[in-house]
């Protein structure tokens, strides 16, 4: 009667408890078995350290996981037996195993050490282990409860063999002992006591001799007890009067774990797992994916991952409850699913390859796609089982796009009968259908989109079809999107368009400066702002403008396979302005300028698979993602902000053969001698919400000022480090984009050599010093000798050389000069007395005239050039106007000369200076005798040490036509002439130019490049 009453008044306590009974709720899982590492299927317990690895208790040993590997600890290594029946981590960061026939085993991070009967454990079969805010252990074994304080055990009788332990709210250990709950106090006694604790209707729940099987303490404050009859959560378990809600059910309760507010159990010999939340209990069966004959343990990571152990099928993670995922063994003829579609009574039509299947009250039924058909032989020949599309008219009346045909619209009752249905032939098959509302007179308006061949718009009065040629973007249309008061054609090629107003408008790369004509999803805010979804990220329109959002801006992904206005959505903040948004790595929520991660992406649930196509159910928070790998259900109420950094943490650290000790390697920098070739840093980001997802950056900070490049790699090498100090730091990214807040860091030293040490150097600096000094005297001393001995010789042979010059030229002037100029003289002579001479006579006088003439000019030219009082500039440009002037008077040629004022202190190299004028007499004398020029214009110019000499003529221009094109072409030529002005400008490093048009005149400019001409005095 007390067991009525009692369990009656806690029915009315909590009635939603009872409320309802979900069945057939399928869950995603991934496996780890023995192929993933673990050294046995059979899983015993389960517990998570401080930096985030996951640990495995079984019966061949304890494993240890860090995302990517699995270390397996056993007897080999220190375990006083295999079979382990608790995990547990001290406050130091030890690492307890409460073994079966093996004692206890401390695991300090470098040795494992053992404690048995021999040491004081009250017996070698541990059951539960827990630690009081004091940092007293408490091992529970099955003779009793040991104590570990002040490296010794105390012993606690107890009268069952219950493993029930569990630490309470305020730091200390209760228990259950036979029909009572009990807590441990020391107080102010060495020697502990036991308080009962009054929990109503726990010695009903506890009539079971065996006693309950687990007691936990949970995140919400409330100690769950679980046992034969059911569940009991007590909260307030310390109040004199505390409250409790009870959970019967017909089976055992094994274990419970709590995760973001859901209640998660696990009952004996049956492979059901159950989730509490909100009162609705639910149950998730094995038919539904949940595999194991067996489940024995759960676990909540810090990431709310939700673990299960099984005996027989190892460790299980589930993906998570925002997801349902369909695949061949939930009723699917196939994985690859190419669409999916919930009509308005919320029967979900699947459509892939083999046809059509169907989701209704449940249940998943794939007897639909044989009876789709207009006659046998189409059976036949398969033109219904590629399925692409669906969309439902107002009626309520299925469309259906295959490969081949668009069937509709025809009523649910008709497609399951076998009645014929109305459909149409639709070349290059079906890519997309949407049905529009019309009115009276037009009725509906189906879209039809094709996989090459236009787009086709059915109406009750006619069919139009468009191609490219008529304003739509593409014959190729993967998608079919309202708008406001428009129809969007999306396609992967060649942008969006909109229709609007019986017209097409243009939506491109080329149109309005998209970065991506491969158009995945658009949703149209308002006529001037629209979201595209692309292959390069989100995109904004808004008013001409474009935006971009991507990585940088902290989208997640490369795909955009969803736009999904939040107002759409039974969400209670959804009058927000707020999107969701899909991509191929993370599901998003922009807003603004703002883009916060949520839930890891439906793809996440198979590493190979592909999106075909994302549905919403509008007015809804239902996702229908169809991938090459099943379908996916996502619900946009249960996702979770992605805000869980990942943990950093070093696993293995290597200099050549020598190894770091981890748990030391933070604590102190560590010294390496220089002889090391290569360290090996080996690190893991403990998150497990997708495992080969997991990034890492690093950088050594005294070298290196920017992270590295995110990369999958967990082992970094660094070969031949130069001495010095050096700190490694590595920080993990997780699937969801978080980085670790706290990165792992490393400090180290690389010793320098004996002869690299301060002392060393110090001792040798001394010791050269004197000797050093000494040296650089002595060289410095040499040096000035030698440099002083070289200056001398050469002022003599400068001196000398002046000299030579000097008397070169005054020899040509007196002697030279004065020979020819008695030539020249004699020759007139004899051409006034023979009066009487023949023609050849005088010609040949005439010529002796005119070359001893020419020759005492020469000789005047070479006197001036070896004269070394004329190495200036200036005098260069007084000698070129002098002789410029002689000659255009002589010839009575208009002439102007314009040269700048040089200082005289600029001089000039001798083969500068001369092949200088030797050109501009060449040019000047072409000019003169060639061109039959009227007037001839000189000018130079000198600018930031460069001198530039111009000749132009207005004659007729240089005879030789086709040798003045061979020049100008660069091609050999038979004016000597020119090719001796070309080549004294080569000679000296100048740029010599020549251009020459008939009747036009010619043009001779040679620019040269006076080197430190600003220095007066200083011989160029």
Known sequence: MLRFFLRAGLSALFPAIFVSLLLSQQLAFKQ???????????????????????WFGTDRGASRYDGRTFKTFTVADGLGSNFVRRIFEDREGNIWFGLIEGGIARFTGTRIQRYTTADGLSSNNVLAIAQ??????????????????????????TKTASNVMSDLPDGTIAFHDSLSLYRIVFEDRAFPRLQELHVPSYRD????????QEMRLLRNGEVCVIGRYGALFISYILHPQPSVRWLERAREFMDVAERDGTVWLIMENIPHL???????????????????????????????????????????????????????????????????????????????????????????????????????????????????????DHHGRLVIGTFMRFIGPTTVSALLSQQSLRSRPIPWGVSAIY?????????????????????????????????????????????????????????????????????FETYSTNSIGLTSDAIYSLYEESSDRIWFGTDRGLLLYDRGQIRTFDGFAGLMGTYVYGIIPNRSTSLPDRDDGSLWVITDKMVHRVKGEAIVRYGSSPLLHADDASVNRVYHVRGTTRIWVATTKGAVLLDLSLLRRANTPPPITLTEISADTLQVSLPEASARKWEFPYTINELTIQFAGLSYSHEPSVRYQYRLEEREERWSLPTSESTVRYRHLPPGTYTFVVRAINPDGVASTEPARFSFVILPPFYGTWWFRTLMATSLVGALGGAIRYVEVRKYRRALARLEREKAVSEERERTRARIAR?????????????????????????????????????????????????????????????????????????????????????????????????????????LYLIFKEALTNSIRHSQAREIRIHGRLDHGTFELALFDDGIGLRMTKRVKQFEKGRPSTGHGLQNMKARAEEIGAEFELRSRRRKGTAVRVQIRLQDSAQPGKEI
């Open 32 to 54: 780890y078995n023995r192929a993933a590492g673990l050294p046995s299927d059979y899983i015993i317990c389960m517990m998570q350290d401080r930096h985030g690895f996951l």
């Open 132 to 157: 009081d805010h004091e940092g007293r252990l408490y091992f529970k074994t099955d003779r009793g409860i040991s104590i570990f304080t002040k490296n010794r055990f105390l012993q606690l009788p």
């Open 205 to 212: 729940f506890a009539v079971n001799p065996a006693g309950p």
């Open 274 to 392: 159950v989730s509490l939340r909100n009162g609705v209990m639910k149950y998730h069966k094995r038919r539904d994916a949940v595999p194991g004959e067996e489940l024995t343990t759960l676990l909540a990571d810090r990431e709310g991952n939700l673990w299960i152990g099984t005996l027989g099928n190892g460790a299980m993670r589930l993906l998570g409850e925002h997801m349902r995922v369909y695949t061949t063994a939930s009723g699917l003829p196939t994985q690859n699913i190419t669409t999916v579609f919930e009509d308005s009574r919320r029967r979900v039509w699947f459509g892939s390859s083999e046809g059509v299947s169907l989701l209704a009250n449940g249940q998943m039924s794939s007897n639909v796609r044989p009876l789709l058909r207009v006659n046998e032989a189409e059976i036949v020949n398969g033109e219904f089982r590629n399925v692409r599309s669906f969309a439902e």
């Open 435 to 503: 049905v529009e509302p019309g009115d009276q007179m037009t009725g509906e308006t189906s879209w039809v989109a094709t996989y090459g061949n236009g787009t086709y718009r059915f109406r009750k009065s006619d069919s139009t079809k468009f191609y490219r040629k008529d304003g739509i973007v593409s014959d190729m249309i993967e998608a079919i999107v309202p708008g406001m008061e428009s129809v969007w054609f999306l396609s992967r090629n060649h942008g969006a368009s909109r229709w609007k107003n019986e017209t």
């Open 811 to 915: 020899d040509l002037h007196d002697d030279l000069s004065s020979t020819l100029g008695s030539i020249a003289l004699y020759s007139e002579s004899l051409k006034r007395s023979v009066r009487n001479a023949s023609k050849e006579t005088n010609r040949l006088l005439e010529r002796i005239s005119a070359l001893s003439v020419d020759a005492v000019d020469a000789i005047g030219d070479i006197v001036w050039s070896v004269a070394p009082q004329h190495d200036t500039l200036g005098s260069l440009i007084e000698r070129m106007k002098h002789v410029a002037a002689e000659l255009c008077t002589l010839n009575k040629i208009n002439y102007s000369i314009q040269f700048p004022a040089v200082e005289d202190e600029i001089h000039l190299r001798d083969q500068v200076r001369r092949n």
